[in-house]
């Protein structure tokens, strides 16, 4: 039954449909057309004068809304004048201000499903949960419709311009890598300037010591040098080139000013002396107070306690030998290290005191080794410097991800195709209602006024 009516339905639509014209198919068109243009004109203009970027945080401190470095992340900055300034130098568009685009800038933060039914569970719990956002959108408005797009050059210019302020402010700084000590050497004696020269090595190796762990592949292009090649040559110097020369040093007694180098060695032994004895002191009462302690007791002890039912258990708690085990193991090994630094400078005055002058060939020696050691050391640290910019720059750009979303030529096209089926779709219900339902029942009409007007003729007659 179903079937048979679906069939007729579908024979009556079918000769319905025969029956229109071409030429009413053309007026359909034109005017689904003529009408689409304006929506589509204007919807061109709000397009392609607004478009966004997506901005992805993929460091690890992103989710609890830390910077890198760790302080706190705002993205705000974004929008700041220093990042905006830059945007525009990059964009090269002199027409514009900072005021001008900034009002114009929106940032809305991305938030996951899952954050929001952490966040609805949360309340209904009476708990607590944060969610600090890693996701963000901004849009940028041109605001002057009638002008150029260039809505896509200035988000360009923007992620271009944040991502430089990014990487300066928040990525690791590399100055201790700086070799700034080379012109103010001369003003220290021959000795001190072997110790400044092996200070500053050494803190240069436990920089590039952090990073050569967890960055063993890496390899600066520019420089052609890793972490671990840095490192190696940075040892080689302060155990092999800094040791020689301080050696060659004491061995010829080389002193710019040997009375003044014997008072600051006093010094040092007594102000050493002074920390060895705090120390050597405090390992010694340590080590009396745990004397004091039952043997049998070490780190913790077993009390009895009561728990929220008031019933009575054993609570394991501590007992504070650890922390005195601990204090006395740390003030003996200070005591051991300003023992062993008290030896040498102990040494150094037994064997300044007893020396004759140094000969001036061993002076000029000194002389030229710490002069080649210390420009050594700057080559080294330019690059150093360069490769671990190498490494932060790599590094940087992954802890910022921009996705553009440019509108194609392509996508008005759809856009324009779509709004003419639509109206297509309106007109041709509205030629088929007035075809075959408007028309039709006014014919229908004709036909009874026609009937009604002859049968009044024929009740006059």
Not at 67 to 90: C, H, M, W
Not at 214 to 222: A, I
Not at 351 to 362: C, E, L, T
């Amino acid at each position: 039954m179903l079937k048979n009516f679906v069939a007729k339905l579908t024979f009556k639509l079918r000769r319905k449909l025969k029956a229109i014209s071409k030429k009413n198919i053309i007026i359909v068109l034109v005017l689904s057309i003529v009408c689409s243009a304006p929506i589509a004109v204007y919807d061109y203009i709000k397009v392609s004068h607004t478009n966004y970027i997506t901005l992805t945080l993929n460091y690890a401190n992103a989710r609890k809304g830390l910077t890198p470095t760790g302080g706190r992340f705002n993205i705000a900055e974004l929008k700041s004048d220093e990042v905006l300034q830059n945007a525009l130098s990059y964009l090269g568009d002199d027409s514009l201000s900072i005021e001008d685009i900034k009002d114009r800038i929106t940032i809305d933060a991305k938030v996951p499903m899952s954050s929001i039914d952490m966040v609805k569970s949360a309340i209904a719990n009476d708990t607590s949960y944060t969610y600090c956002p890693s996701e963000f959108v901004i849009y940028y408005d041109q605001g002057r419709k009638l002008e150029r797009g260039n809505t896509y050059a200035m988000l360009n210019a923007l992620a271009n311009a944040y991502t430089d302020y990014f990487t300066v402010n928040y990525s690791e700084k590399n100055t201790i890598l700086d070799y700034d000590i080379e012109d103010s050497l001369e003003k220290y004696d021959y000795g001190e300037q072997c110790q400044i020269m092996s200070d500053k090595v050494t803190s240069m190796l436990r920089y590039l010591d952090k990073y050569s762990s967890e960055s063993n592949t890496f390899r600066s292009k520019s420089t052609g040098y890793s972490y671990s090649n840095l490192v190696s040559m940075l040892l080689n110097i302060r155990d092999v080139n800094l040791e020689k020369l301080e050696a060659y040093i004491t061995q010829n007694g080389i002193s710019e000013d040997k009375p003044a180098f014997l008072r600051k060695q006093n010094y040092n032994i007594e102000k050493r002396s002074l920390l060895y004895n705090k120390s050597n002191q405090g390992s010694i009462i340590a080590k009396d107070t745990m004397d004091i302690y039952n043997p049998h007791i070490t780190g913790v002890a077993f009390v009895p306690s009561i728990d929220v039912n008031n019933e009575y258990y054993m609570g394991r708690t501590k007992t504070g030998l650890d922390l005195v085990v601990n204090d006395s193991y740390n003030d003996g090994l200070r005591a051991a290290d300003l023992a062993k630094k008290i030896d040498s400078f102990e040494y150094l005055v037994d064997k300044y005191s007893s020396a004759p002058a140094a000969p001036q060939d061993a002076v000029k020696n000194a002389e030229i080794m710490i002069s080649e050691i210390s420009s050594y050391i700057g080559k080294v640290s330019d690059l150093a410097i360069q490769t671990d910019n190498d490494y932060i720059k790599s590094v940087s750009n992954n802890y910022i991800t921009i996705i553009h979303h440019p509108i194609s030529k392509m996508s008005y096209v759809k856009m324009f195709i779509k709004i003419v089926l639509f109206f297509m779709a309106i007109i041709f219900v509205i030629v088929i209602v007035y075809k075959f339902i408007i028309v039709k029942f006014s014919d229908k009409f004709k036909k009874l006024l026609k009937f009604l007007t002859a049968k009044i003729k024929l009740d006059e007659e």
